[in-house]
């Protein structure tokens, strides 16, 4: 009998390992958030601010736009942080979401190689851009993943009337923001990128900024799951997060990322943040 | 090449410089796949048992499903488990999606079968004889088993060695279940994968070194115990 003490021992020891892994409570906050904002590395800081000032646990879920609305959806996420107007739009007709409000912006530009074979640079818009890019049949590489980006490139080419896909030189990533990017930089190719993105990345890619769409900026918008179709969503979690993200606090956090590292602010606030200036 | 051997040296330096990110998701990783290894071992080692002592009918397409386990998917095992944790799922008021539990869940369903597969082999290579002659002696079968297993500790060994392998390695299912959360659910191997979603690619090699070395370490450790010769 004594022999099997250490089988015993072994199990109870398994049983304490598992119990001080253990997670779950009902503290925790599921936000699901896009790549854009982790790859730079605001998400991390975000999380951290908020954890310091209130008792949620929060538990980020990262995937593209298309990713995260679709597991909003299925009331997997307590609030969302994504950057895809159209679809955020529908989510909210559809029933699925409550209180949207704008958090923080930043630009779309079109990267390429140096060479430039398309003549992007030129171009009056990045309409007109895409149009030379396919002309040239210059490589472009999509992220292809109904992220918030991949939907704004592909809305391009839908207003061109160009079906990129299937094309030898439409290549789809599938990856998330910066991958996508070091993929284009290893391929000398074009691809839509966040300015926030891009400006982290930039020294660690050989692409260039060849042009910047400024008249259409790719705005981030905090939305609830809505509560009453979803049962175990932590409605007040996800006050709370829209609250402090939306508040002065939040903002200006927003507004000093990347001050320090950069010299500017990586995403614009959508409320002027006043001690730095930025924003609004 | 310069890329590599920077990684080194900020291997280097991390482990030296206490540097509190990389010891936390080392610990992590420790965690999490040592609970799973252990989870496994006990699992694995008694359907182990089970199959190579009691032979019940149907232990080949048993031992079949075992050994086909050891090529389980693990990204696939990461997303059965998380269809299962998620709070619309069957196990979702447990509300262990995101969290050490549930990886150590993913990691030792991943895990079990590459023990129970390896184990069953090792116990069935004894000499089926010796356990007979133990029984006859009087033991039990707690007692028997325990005998045996330590005649077949060199290829169980390997069998636990394997198993902790595989779960320390894995990282779609860890990333899945868990949310590859600073903090709490981010291991070595998860780090890794986000370093290079960063671009950060020294700081990715550098932790790939460190988690080589960890893996070095206590594999050896194991490797010298199922050397060591018995007393005579």
């Given at each position: 009998m004594w022999r099997r003490l250490p089988a015993l021992g072994v199990f109870v020891a398994s049983l304490a390992l598992l119990a001080a892994s253990c997670g779950g409570d009902n503290n925790e906050l599921i936000l699901g958030a896009t790549t854009s904002v982790q790859d730079p590395g605001l998400l991390d800081e975000i999380v951290r601010a908020f954890e310091g000032v209130t008792d949620y646990h929060v538990k980020p879920s990262v995937g593209g736009s298309g990713e995260v609305l679709e597991k909003a959806r299925r009331g997997e996420l307590d609030v969302i942080m994504t950057h895809s107007p159209a679809d955020e739009d529908k989510f909210i007709a559809d029933g699925e979401g409550l209180d949207k409000r704008p958090v923080m912006q930043n630009f779309f530009l079109l990267a390429g190689p140096e060479t430039d074979p398309a003549g992007v640079?030129?171009?009056?818009s990045i309409s007109e851009a895409f149009e030379r890019i396919a002309g040239a049949q210059s490589i472009f590489i999509s992220?292809?993943?109904?992220?918030g980006t991949n939907l704004r490139e592909l809305s391009i080419w839908a207003d061109l009337g160009i079906?990129?896909?299937?094309?030898?030189w439409y290549q789809e990533s599938s990856t998330g923001q910066g991958q996508n990017l070091i993929v284009a930089s290893d391929k000398d190719a074009y691809t839509l990128v966040d300015s926030s993105t891009f400006t982290v990345f930039v020294k660690k890619v050989?692409?260039?900024?060849?042009?910047?769409?400024?008249?259409n900026p790719n705005i981030y918008s905090v939305i609830r799951v809505a509560s009453d179709k979803h049962k175990n969503v932590n409605a007040a979690g996800a006050i709370a997060f829209a609250e402090f993200i939306t508040s002065r606090a939040g903002q200006c956090l927003i507004a000093d990322f990347g001050m320090e590292e950069y010299?500017?602010?990586l995403f614009q606030p959508a409320a002027r943040c006043p001690t730095s200036n930025v924003g609004g | 090449m310069d890329l590599i051997w920077d990684g080194v040296t900020e291997a280097l330096r991390l482990i030296f410089s206490g540097d509190s990110y990389v010891y936390e998701v080392t610990f992590t990783s420790l965690l999490v796949s040592g609970s799973a290894t252990v989870i496994a071992l006990v699992i694995g080692l008694s359907i182990a048992s089970f199959l190579a002592f009691?032979?019940?009918?149907?232990r080949t397409l048993a031992l079949s499903a075992f050994n086909a386990g050891m090529a389980l998917p693990p990204v696939a095992v990461g997303l059965l488990v998380s269809i299962m944790l998620?709070?619309?799922?069957?196990?979702?008021?447990?509300?262990?999606?995101?969290?050490r539990t549930a990886i150590v869940i993913a990691q030792a369903v991943i895990a079990t079968p590459v023990v129970a597969a390896l184990s069953t082999a090792a116990l069935q290579g004894l000499n089926p004889n010796l356990r007979l002659q133990v029984l006859a002696l009087g033991a039990s079968r707690w007692q028997a088993a325990l005998l045996l297993f330590r005649e077949a500790r060199l290829s169980l060994l390997a069998a636990a060695m394997a198993g902790f392998g595989a779960a320390i390695s894995e990282v779609g299912a860890t990333i899945m279940?868990?949310?590859?959360?600073?903090?709490?659910?981010?291991?070595l191997t998860s780090a890794i994968v986000l370093e290079v979603q960063q671009g950060d690619f020294e700081t990715a090699i550098a932790l790939s070194f460190i988690l080589l070395a960890v893996i070095l370490s206590i594999i050896s450790l194991f490797t010298v115990l199922q050397q060591r010769r018995p007393p005579a």
């Open positions: 640079r030129d171009a009056s992220r292809g993943d109904q992220s079906t990129p896909q299937g094309q030898p050989g692409l260039k900024a060849l042009l910047t769409d400024t008249g010299g500017k602010s | 009691r032979a019940p009918p149907g998620w709070r619309t799922g069957p196990l979702g008021e447990l509300h262990l999606l995101y969290s279940v868990g949310g590859n959360i600073k903090g709490s659910t981010r291991t």
